[in-house]
Structures are given as structure tokens and as C-alpha cells.
């Protein structure tokens, strides 16, 4: 369908729009004319990704003055090629002449672009990306341009070469859509690389779809994004927990095996460096000489050795000449060795130690004789002579290269960092296990680049409530900042509040209550009535994998385990993936073949936060707990003092905040349509409180009535029963009867005329 919205032409791939996805576009298109960032929360279900590409696609084809690149960042493959599955759609509907001009495609890892027999044939990612380096570096072609019969080349990586050189890459990839599938089809098919194909084409792109890493790590941002202009409009898409992938990126962990593995990279290096000294010293001293006029001069590299120049460090220092004391290679590695020895040193505390950067790096100067400039440039300075020696196999050197990326962050960052010593495990005291930690606490840190860089950052996900915190945990201002609710032509979702069993016991996960047998036990009975009233598949969250283990055992203890597999199998998720895997194969066919089953999973674990339960796989789900972290953790605590003490951010509204998140995460899972239908009992008394509850998504709250609330076991059974009762009732699917869902382009142009009228 193609519609006007305030006066703009959009083009919409489907023949009906939902009312919250034409607010939706309203609120994109202001922030778009504002120049402005827009903070967004959708409605699962609701067609978020489809109004965003088609707002923007649209503007940029009715605005050709000024012409909009989307940069459009997800958390999963999986996501991934949804989108790019909707772009697909979307330009089979657009004017001829627009479609055959439009690039769109997806950028990932080696591992799932390679399409070389050999290289693609490792297991692991790292293993991939060794295998592709020993096949395209530059000096692996130069070896082969003089001994070709010795040296093995990258055919794929050969023809992209010659392309790229000739500047006809355009040729090889004609304008259109390009999934994950088609870019390894036209790899095979043109006997090009696929990865480098793509990694060059982003450039010239108007959709690039790809992981949040590639712009909020510096170290992949450097590489992938250093080109994108500050017309791309960028696109967080379910960022709900965009916070933490900000921290995550900027945090690094030491541990004992890390320094051992650093000090055999050390040795490997210095006996390459001895065998250079003896055949090639040129090349040792043309390091050199490019060292002193500063790393910034890498631009050149050949894409393949791309990998090898990733400036985690602002533009000015870059410009900067690399410190003479450790621009000779040997030199440099003495000064890593005093580094590690260093830390093996701080690693040998019998107390746990929080230092702020400023006093770390003071103490390192004292000890080891490196200032903070030396440490600044350690990780760039590796890189580089990493590169000298003509070392591919970067996977084995992960151990010095966490060394280097640790001196460089605790170098050029000041504040929003903390260095916590724990020489044992904070859940079990009694094993030694020391780690330094290099802990970020202030997000806003990854993401002011991409903020300061770009004209318009939209984040958007349906679980962002409440959404007044994200500005000041991001440290940005929206000129939009707005949530919406579902609209429904039946009451299809069933929120409930569960204080306490059917004994009249209250339930909940807090520490004083949730090892308490009454608990356990009520916990049981909901699970098990709930098993035997509800059709097909039951999700339970848990706060965390070690309770999940104690409630279970204690489950099967008491025979409650047994009784709930008269009903249903019960399948369990582990920290193993490929353990979850098959157990999400198994729970799916379980739901296929009519019996129903039981999937137990973890808040915050890889099932909340990516798998979907809709249809059959998920008529319940129950939220057995609040999820909080855990709250004796000391890096949380120092990033709540770091809150409080930078965004007024008080610890209990912070800790709040993130739990609720994290369970209208959990049971969002269950509703992926408009069509479908689903229960959610959130089973503690701590969510019968207002200043809890209130804190779910508008979409969640609408649907909890004051009669679902302060429930026990019983009295929720006759809800479900009730709910599921009416749920299998046909219904009106176009809302003729009153409500309206779907709205078609007759729908628009009255309501555009109506608003002309008033």
C-alpha cells in the first residue's frame, strides 16, 4: 500500500497497517526532520521493523536533496535475516525505478560469509578468521606472486582483489537485497569473496544491516564503520539492554591462565622477531619509521590486513608519533613483560582491591616503569608489529592482545572505570580464583561516537519502560522519546500478579523467603495445575541458573517433578548452547506432536533474549521470581556508586528498573502477533506493589486488570481456564465490530481528511 503521512509519500509493503505502526512513523519522521535521536518503545508483535524501514526508505526516496543511509543494528543473525527478509518485501513494493537503484545487505562474521572449502570448514569463529588470514594477507601474496606452487591462495579473495582494483566491484554485486544466503550464493556463484565483498560494499550501501558491536566496540567499529557518514540514520532495534552491550564492550577480564598464555605469546613473538633480525631487518626498521609519524598513517592498509589496524584510540592520539620507548620492537616487548609480571604480581592478593585508573596506572608507573602514554598505545602498537612479523594466527595470540586492549583502555579512559582484585569467587569463597577486572559502569562511553557522529540514533524495542531512565543511563536527549500500546480486537493477552499458593502461603524469590519449603512447594503446585489445565507449551523463567538447579532438585525430591511429566515433558536450558539447542529441537517437536511440554529457562540467559514461544510453543509463561542481579556482586556496586554519584541515579531505582525489564523480557516471548495468544503470571508478592508493577511496559499494564492481581494458585487456574475458554472462540480479525486493527489506505486518507477538517 502507499499512503501520504503529513504530506510525505510512504510505501508500504503489506495491504493494511496496524494504528500503533502509523504513530510509530509519525514519531520516526518527526525525529528524521528534527535531526534529532528518538528513544521508542513497540509493542512486541506490532510490525517494529517494517515501519522502520519503510518510514526511512521512504523519506530518503521523497527527500532526494537529501539522501538517508539506514544502519540498521541487531543482536542476533537470526534478527538479522528477519530484517533483511522485510527490506526484501519492502522493494518488491516500491516504483521500478527506486527498486532497481537500491542497495540493501547484511554484514556478519567470516564464519558465516566464507565460502572457501577449506577455511570454511573450522569449527570455531577464530579458526575461520586464521585460516582466511594465512590465505589473503599481503605478504602471503607476495610469497605466492614469486612462489605460487608453495603458497596457497584464496581463489574468492583473488577475483575481489582484481575488482576491486579495477573499480568494479558495483558489477559484481547489482543493486537489490542480499541475506546472509544470497551474498555465499553470489560468492560461489562469481567465485568472489562474499565477506570482502561485503565489508566494501557498506560503503555504498543504502541499508546495511549488521551486530551492535560493529559500531559500539571500538576495536570492530574502527574497521567496519569508520566510513559511514553522519546522513545514515542508525537503528537499535530491541535495545532493550543496550546499556550493558555498551559496558560489555569497554569491560576486560584477567585471570591466571590469561598471563600465562600472554607470557608464551611473548616468547613465540620475540623468537620471531629474532628470526626477522636475521633474514628481513628492513622490515623491522621500515616499522620503525612508520611508528614515528603515528599510527594514523595505517589508513592505507589492504582491506586483508584491515584486521591487523584497529585503532581503539580518538583521532588526536592516533595523529600522534607512537612513544619512542616502545617503537623498537624489543623494546616494546620488555615493556610487556613488566606489564604482565605486574599483574601476575596484583593477582597474588589475599584482599579484594577497587582502584579507580588514575591510581592503577600510578602504581604501574611506580613498579614497571610504564607512564599511561606507553599504555595507551600498547593495543595499536601490538597490531602493528603483529603485522611486521607476518603473524596470522591472531586466535592464538588472544592472550596478549587482552593484555594490550586492558593497558590501553586503563590509558585513555579516567573515569567510568573501576579495577576490582577478587582473589576468590564472589559465589563460592572458598576456591581461589583471582581476577583483575577492568569494569566499565558508564554506557554512555561506547555510544557518545555513534551519538556525536550521526544525525539521528533512533533505539527502539518493546520493552524499554520506563523509558525516562535510558537518556540519563545513555547520557543523551531525544527530541522524541515515546511508548505505545497494542491495539486488539480481543483481550488475546493475560497478565497476572501471583502473591500466593493455594494455602494461602506468600510466594517469592527474595533471599530471606525463596529457599523456604512453603515457597518451593507452592512454586510447584502452580507449575504442576498449570501443566494440567493449559494445551501445548509452558515457558518458566527462573532469577538465576543456580536457584533454577536448587528449586528443581528440591521439585524432584518432593515428587512434584514426576507429577508435572504425567502431563507434560520438561526440558531444561543449560549455560552448554549446544546443549540448549537440542533441547529447544526437542521441546518444539514435543509442541508439534499435540502432548505440549515444559521449557525451564534463566532470566537474562540466551533463551530470554532470543528465542521466540509464539503459537503453540507458548500458551504460559511464568515468571517464577523478580529477577535482580546479584546485588553483592562488587562490580555492580561500583557501577550503582558510579550512577549515583555521576546521573543521580539512586541504587534501588537502577536495580528496579533492570529486573522488570528483564521479566517483561521473559514473558514477552510468549506474544509474537496480534493473532496469537498467551497467559503471564509473574509469581511474587513483590509485583503486587505499585512502585514494582508500574514499571512494566504500557502494553503489559493495560492488560492487567485489577482482578489479576493478589492472586493465588486456585484463583489463577480458574483465570487460565476462563482465559483459554474464550481465547478458542472465533473472533472478528479485521475489528469491524468496533475496534479497528488494521487500517487500510481508505482508512488513512478519511482519517488525514478528518484531520484537514478540524
Known amino acids: ?103 540493501a545487505l547484511g554484514l556478519s562474521s567470516r564464519k558465516n560469509l566464507c565460502v572457501h572449502p577449506q577455511a570454511s570448514a573450522a569449527a570455531a569463529r577464530d579458526s575461520v578468521d586464521t585460516a582466511c588470514r594465512r590465505l589473503t594477507a599481503s605478504w602471503v601474496r607476495e610469497k605466492a606472486a614469486s612462489d605460487p606452487e608453495s603458497t596457497p591462495l584464496c581463489e574468492f579473495y583473488e577475483t575481489f582483489d582484481r575488482a ?61 564503520s569508520r566510513e559511514m557518514q553522519k546522513e545514515c540514520v542508525v537503528v537499535f532495534d530491541e535495545a532493550h539492554n543496550i546499556d550493558n552491550v555498551c559496558i560489555e564492550a569497554l569491560s576486560v577480564s584477567i585471570r591466571k591462565q590469561t598471563l600465562e598464555g600472554a607470557e608464551r605469546n611473548l616468547r613465540r613473538i620475540s623468537q620471531e622477531i629474532d628470526r626477522f633480525k636475521a633474514t628481513d631487518a628492513n ?81 604501574i608507573h611506580s613498579s614497571a616503569g610504564i607512564d599511561q602514554k606507553m599504555l595507551r598505545f600498547c593495543y595499536d602498537r601490538l597490531h602493528s608489529l603483529m603485522m611486521t612479523l607476518e603473524i596470522t594466527d591472531t586466535d592464538e595470540f588472544m592472550h596478549i592482545q587482552t593484555i594490550c586492549d586492558f593497558a590501553t583502555l586503563i590509558g585513555t579512559y579516567t573515569r567510568g572505570f573501576s579495577i576490582i582484585i577478587e582473589p576468590y569467587d564472589e559465589r563460592m569463597p572458598d576456591i581461589r580464583d583471582p581476577v583483575i577486572q577492568l569494569s566499565c559502569h558508564d554506557a554512555s562511553l561506547a555510544i557518545r561516537p555513534v551519538f556525536d557522529r550521526f544525525e539521528t540514533v533512533v533505539i527502539t524495542s518493546g520493552t524499554l519502560s520506563p523509558i525516562d531512565l535510558y537518556p540519563r543511563l545513555l547520557n543523551f536527549n531525544p527530541v522524541i522519546s ?76 518432593m515428587g ?38 515444559v521449557f525451564f529457562s534463566v532470566a537474562r540467559g540466551k533463551v530470554a533474549e532470543g528465542i521466540d514461544f509464539d503459537r503453540h510453543y507458548g500458551r504460559l509463561v511464568i515468571m517464577f521470581g523478580v529477577p535482580f ?19 543521580q541515579i539512586k541504587e534501588g531505582d537502577f536495580l528496579t528498573f533492570d529486573a522488570l525489564r528483564q521479566a517483561a523480557q521473559c514473558v514477552g516471548r ?42 493465588s494458585t486456585d484463583m489463577a487456574l480458574h483465570i487460565a481456564r476462563e482465559f483459554l475458554r474464550r481465547m478458542a472462540q472465533p473472533y472478528d480479525k479485521t475489528g469491524s465490530g468496533g475496534k479497528k486493527t488494521l487500517l487500510t489506505e481508505e482508512d488513512l486518507q478519511n482519517m488525514a481528511q478528518d484531520e484537514m477538517e478540524m
Open 670 to 711: 510468549v506474544i509474537r502477533s496480534k493473532a496469537d495468544y498467551g497467559m503471564m503470571i509473574f509469581a511474587d508478592k513483590r509485583y503486587s506493589r505499585h512502585d514494582k508493577r508500574s514499571k512494566l511496559p504500557g502494553w503489559i499494564l493495560s492488560h492487567l486488570h485489577d482482578a489479576h492481581l493478589n492472586l
Open 560 to 597: 512434584i517433578l514426576q507429577d508435572i511429566m504425567q502431563y507434560k515433558l520438561v526440558f531444561i536450558e543449560t549455560p552448554d548452547v549446544v546443549e540448549t539447542t537440542l533441547a529447544l529441537d526437542n521441546y518444539r517437536k514435543a509442541c508439534d506432536c499435540g502432548r505440549g511440554a
Open 283 to 363: 622490515r623491522l626498521r621500515a616499522e620503525y619509521n612508520r611508528l614515528v609519524d603515528g599510527l594514523a598513517q595505517r589508513g592505507n592498509l589492504p582491506i586483508s590486513d584491515a584486521w591487523l589496524a584497529n585503532p581503539a584510540l580518538p583521532d588526536d592520539i592516533l595523529r600522534e608519533a607512537v612513544p619512542g620507548n616502545i617503537r623498537r620492537a624489543e623494546h616494546f616487548l620488555a615493556v610487556l613483560r613488566r606489564l604482565v609480571r605486574f599483574l601476575d604480581g596484583r593477582l597474588e592478593t589475599e584482599n579484594v582491591e577497587n582502584e579507580m585508573p588514575i591510581a592503577f596506572v600510578a602504581s
Open 482 to 557: 515515546r511508548s505505545f500500546t497494542m491495539s486488539l480486537t480481543r483481550d488475546c493477552i493475560c497478565p497476572m500478579v501471583l502473591t500466593r499458593g493455594s494455602d494461602q502461603l506468600p510466594v517469592s524469590t527474595k533471599f530471606d523467603m525463596r529457599s523456604d519449603p512453603g515457597v518451593v512447594r507452592n512454586y510447584g503446585r502452580l507449575l504442576l495445575e498449570m501443566a494440567s489445565a493449559v494445551p501445548d507449551g509452558i515457558v518458566c523463567f527462573f532469577v538465576s541458573y543456580s536457584y533454577m538447579d536448587g528449586i528443581v532438585n528440591s521439585w524432584h525430591e
Open 164 to 224: 576491486a582494483a579495477a573499480g568494479d566491484l558495483a558489477s559484481l554485486m547489482p543493486p537489490g537485497v542480499y541475506t546472509l544466503a544470497d551474498l555465499r550464493a553470489l560468492g560461489r556463484q562469481r567465485r568472489v569473496c562474499p565477506y570482502f565483498l561485503a565489508r566494501q560494499m557498506v560503503k555504498y550501501a543504502n541499508v546495511v544491516v549488521y551486530s551492535y558491536q560493529y559500531l559500539l566496540d571500538p576495536k570492530v567499529a574502527s574497521i567496519v
Open 629 to 647: 542481579q546479584y546485588t553483592l556482586s562488587r562490580i555492580l556496586l561500583a557501577r550503582l556508586e558510579y550512577l549515583r554519584e555521576t546521573f
Open 1 to 103: 500500500m502507499r499512503f501520504d503521512l503529513d504530506g510525505m509519500p510512504v510505501h508500504f509493503p503489506y495491504a493494511a497497517i496496524y494504528p500503533e505502526q502509523h504513530a510509530y512513523m509519525g514519531e520516526l519522521k518527526r525525529a528524521l526532520d528534527a535531526r534529532g535521536h528518538a528513544l521508542l518503545e513497540m509493542p512486541t508483535g506490532t510490525g517494529k521493523t517494517a515501519a522502520l524501514i519503510s518510514l526511512i526508505t521512504s523519506y530518503s526516496l521523497a527527500n532526494p536533496s537529501r539522501p538517508l543511509r539506514l544502519i540498521y543494528c541487531t543482536r542476533t543473525v537470526h534478527e538479522m535475516e528477519k530484517t533483511l527478509a522485510e527490506l526484501r518485501l519492502l522493494f518488491a513494493h516500491l516504483p521500478p525505478a527506486a527498486s532497481r537503484s537500491l542497495l
